[in-house]
């Protein structure tokens, strides 16, 4: 078996696989998709680019992410899971999340888990931010999070939804009823974009 470094050499000097690179930032950046910036990144990750060019898809991926979730709250529409370029939408909104709670920035995790639970056309989605959301309402840190309230073992990698934590150490359902309180509270946080939407 060839070692992996031998493999990425190779590739960074294969034309092919630069010409697709090249093409999909080009594609990227004409459409602004996030899903081709998603594929950009892996490629880029696979051939170790300059940190400076991965932190420049990034910046594009998350800010064009958060540019569509105003625009979904503004028209009142959901992200389908099921639409390449509004999973990846949610997946760089989540991902920002998820970072947020692991820099111990509780408030600004919790808004956008609440968002997510919001926006996400998909029941088991909505029920897993939810649970995110609740968990720092709680008060858990994020180690604290993954250590003990995430089965890490559960996670399906064939599964397109991989990317969002939503297997648990203990059923979603006794889960939201251990959380109860907190749930009830961003509920009622979520209240404030029901009314607004329905102005």
């Known amino acids: 078996m060839q070692s992996p470094e031998?493999?990425?050499?190779?590739?960074?000097?294969?034309?092919?696989f630069l010409a697709n690179i090249k093409r999909l930032e080009e594609e990227c950046k004409a459409e602004q998709s996030i899903a081709k910036g998603y594929q950009l990144l892996d490629a880029q990750l696979i051939i170790?680019?300059?940190?400076?060019?991965?932190?420049e898809i990034f910046t594009f991926i998350v800010n064009n992410a958060f540019d569509r979730l105003a625009q979904k709250l503004t028209d009142s529409?959901?992200?389908?899971?099921?639409?390449?370029?509004d999973l990846a939408t949610a997946r760089a909104i989540y991902e920002h999340g998820i970072q947020r709670y692991s820099?111990?920035?509780?408030?600004g995790a919790k808004e956008i888990f609440l968002v997510l639970n919001y926006t996400i056309d998909n029941a088991d989605l909505k029920d897993?931010?939810?649970?995110?959301?609740?968990?720092?309402m709680?008060?858990?840190?994020?180690?604290?999070?993954?250590?003990?309230?995430?089965?890490?073992e559960g996670v399906n990698e064939n599964d397109p939804l991989a990317?969002?934590?939503?297997?648990?150490?203990?059923?979603?359902?006794?889960?939201?009823?251990?959380?109860?309180k907190q749930v009830k509270q961003g509920k009622e946080e979520l209240k404030v974009l029901e009314d607004s939407k329905d102005k």
Do not use: R, W
Not at 77 to 85: M, S, T, Y
């Open 48 to 55: 170790e680019a300059p940190e400076d060019e991965i932190n």
């Open 163 to 180: 990317f969002f934590i939503q297997t648990f150490s203990q059923p979603i359902d006794i889960l939201l009823t251990m959380f109860a």
């Open 77 to 85: 529409q959901n992200f389908d899971v099921n639409d390449a370029e």
């Open 103 to 107: 820099e111990n920035d509780k408030k």
């Open 138 to 152: 709680a008060g858990h840190s994020f180690e604290d999070f993954i250590e003990n309230l995430v089965d890490v």
């Open 6 to 16: 031998i493999h990425v050499e190779e590739l960074k000097k294969d034309p092919e």
């Open 128 to 136: 897993a931010m939810m649970i995110h959301a609740a968990a720092v």
